[in-house]
């Protein structure tokens, strides 16, 4: 078996980059899975900062610090990686809108689809009365 050649590269992301995963890998319409594959992190990855997020250990480094910087000062210079993050995150979550929109629709087919089938039945069941009335 060959050994690596040079140093492992590991990636380290922002607690914003972390915040931001765990709150879109929370909504009820999205799998962990999802999210982590779209950030190309593996689940374990990410269930650990769900952990994290949940007993306190992962805030933003602004308010672990107890400090809140204005907006113009915040968005000074944002790394390539971040905002190929961002866009990925914000495409997953117009994703999500998108299927909960088609699921709100499908519903509603559904229960249209019900109400014109009753329709029909009593179409005919009418139509089939005025033949019986019309005939005696």
């Given at each position: 078996?060959?050994?690596?050649?040079?140093?492992?590269?590991?990636?380290?992301?922002?607690?914003?980059?972390?915040?931001?995963?765990?709150?879109?890998?929370?909504?009820?319409?999205?799998q962990t899975q999802d999210v982590a594959q779209a950030l190309d992190i593996h689940p374990f990855m990410l269930s650990k900062w769900k952990k994290d997020y949940r007993e306190g250990r992962l805030k933003p480094a602004a308010a672990a610090a107890g400090l809140s910087l204005p907006k113009v000062l915040q968005t000074a210079k944002a790394d390539p990686e971040k905002r190929a993050l961002k866009r990925r995150v914000k495409q997953l979550q117009e994703k999500v809108e998108a299927r909960a929109e088609a699921r709100k629709l499908e519903r509603k087919l559904a229960a249209l689809q019900l109400e014109h089938e009753l329709l029909k039945k009593v179409i005919r069941f009418n139509i089939e009365r005025r033949r019986r009335n019309s005939t005696s």
């Open positions: 078996m060959a050994a690596p050649v040079g140093p492992k590269k590991v990636k380290r992301y922002s607690n914003e980059v972390k915040i931001q995963a765990v709150q879109l890998a929370n909504h009820p319409e999205i």
